[in-house]
């Protein structure tokens, strides 16, 4: 190809492993492969499927019925968003997670996703160095490559494939980042929870041992909050209210993709230091100019009608998302009888298929019409594990189990050619 900068070129011969599967899943593809596409059941999105709430319906209805409220939404909002919408930021995350925040700590973005790269291209020079978990988000490598040809990533590993445990040795994953943390390469760590793929959520002790070494070497701990809302014990872990006023070390991002199922309603915004809430406005200036007019405006309007009802609706959406898990879990021991982590919270269950997973979930999805991710894209530690998608599935539990069943059943009848 001619004409392209070296990153592209670079990075269009690394696609995104799960691209490469749902891309596999097309029904297209599917009828190749002598299947039905109606019979297919995937586990793997990424994505809610709850309704989302009426009074978020009725906030967007109300804005494009009156001509001079969508007249307003279709101007530019300041490049760190509205700050009323800010204000309502902070009724949220005070309403839900009793956080305290000030306005000048916030700063709204079109999506997680697009905050994250930005987030990068402020903290990151060429040579530097990141530490991500093993397993992590697939995106962020993709993201890194996009900011500069040379940045390390490192890689610490949570999951033991051998133990199947997660954070096994607390202690000792503690000591190495703070070896790495004395590195003045090193800028930061990115750590997801409740995590994608594990749906694991850190420990408050883990947590706080980290800020604290962070603080003290001068090393950002970046949280991607994009499952915050969705911890399924009865309450959630300290740092979730944590402020950046407290907390100079730590950043967060957020969204609103999975709380209110918006997640073609795109708006995130990061929780920081002034500092870096400053240089990511100048960044915006350039990437995306302003965040959502409208998304904004609904977002305040739904904000200011739900008052504390809001914390309802998020425990009603957060049990439904625990109740697919549970049955996801069940349904897992009762077919597969693979090791698993049980989800604390998100989307998502990881299982050791006990097997190179790209080749399980290509046979699986031939034989079965099952789809299931393959694990090597969130980190070597998931060569042979596979994610379990329930978010998808909420509204369609007997789908989760219908699609175990199938699976089950032919692993059954290949025992021994595995
Ligand atoms: C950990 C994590 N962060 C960010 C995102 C994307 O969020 P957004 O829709 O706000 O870009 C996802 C989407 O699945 C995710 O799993």
Redesign the pocket.
Known sequence: MKGFSDIILREMNNPSPIREIMKMAEPKNIISMGLNPSDVISFGG??VDHIAPEELMESYREIVSSGESFHFSGGYSPTSGFEETRESIKKFENILFNQNLNSENIIIGG????L?IDLFRILLNDGDRIILPDPT?A?YTGQLAFVSRNIKIERIKFLDENSWKYLENKNEIIEKISEEFKDKKVKAMLL?SP??PTSQILPEDFVDELLKIADDTGTYIIF?F??KTQYFSETFPKYFSYSPEKHPSMIT?N????WGRG?GR?M?WIEANADVVNAMERMQQASILCPDTLHQMAFTKFVEKMGNRLRDYIDRVRMEYRKSSEITSKAIEENLGFRYLKSMGGLYIVADAGMDSDEFVIDVLKHTGVIFVPGKGFGPSLKNGIRISYGPLVRKNQKIIEGMERVGKYIRSRKGSY
């Open positions: 990424g994505w999506s997680s996703s697009q994250t988000y995106n997801v995590d994608n991607d994009a499952y991002v969204s609103n993709s999975k997640l795109r995130g």
